[in-house]
């Protein structure tokens, strides 16, 4: 998915929104997360991906073969991945990548471009994870962070996603979904 492409030109620049997208497949979920980033690096963001706890360099080697060059971001200092701890409570979740921001933002950045490890398609881990959404919102709407919290859906009906996009409309500005000419965004608040 062309996310790079469904968001609007000021996102970065003026709006920092948290967003979530819907990828209908885990092998989507690169290509999407490299689109997201090199747009992030075009911006002035320092880009921060949070993988699961073993997967950094497979996410690496993913995000490579979708096009982003990987090795000078993080060569520049602009692209970091880690591996935070999974079995956490959503309060440490957010609170921990404060700090990241406010030294990017010293270190010259416009915005910190953060993203994660997709949750689903199982329909309990969605639910479980929409805490961990809403304290990463408490913890980062209004400042400058743009967000893209993934989500691996099996139905992208029309049924399905409007469900969806109501589940995660009250804490995130936007969700970005698959649409007949590619990615688009439905913003939300």
Do not use: K
């Not at 992030?40 to 073993?54: I, M, W």
């Not at 979708?66 to 999974?86: I, N, Q, S």
């Not at 270190?107 to 329909?123: L, Y």
């Amino acid at each position: 998915m062309d996310v790079a492409g469904a968001l609007d030109g000021d996102v970065g620049a003026g709006w920092c929104p948290h967003l979530a997208i819907l990828v209908p497949s885990a092998a989507r979920v690169l290509p999407a997360l490299a689109s997201f980033y090199g747009l992030g690096a075009r911006r002035n963001g320092l880009l921060f991906h949070r993988a699961l706890p073993g997967h950094g360099e497979r996410d690496r080697a993913g995000l490579s073969a979708a096009g982003l060059d990987v090795p000078a971001l993080e060569g520049d200092g602009r692209l970091v991945v880690t591996e935070p701890p999974y079995d956490t409570d959503p309060e440490r979740w957010a609170r921990p990548w404060v700090p990241v921001l406010e030294d990017a933002l010293e270190r010259g950045f416009d915005a910190v471009w953060f993203s994660r490890f997709p949750i689903g398609p199982d329909e309990a881990q969605l639910e479980a994870a929409l805490a961990f959404d809403r304290a990463w919102d408490d913890a980062f709407h209004g400042r400058p962070a743009v967000s893209l919290c993934v989500y691996i859906v099996d139905d992208v009906g029309d049924r399905a996603l409007a469900r969806r996009v109501a589940s995660l409309a009250p804490f995130h500005d936007g969700v970005v979904v698959p649409g007949p000419g590619g990615a688009e965004v439905i913003r939300t608040r």
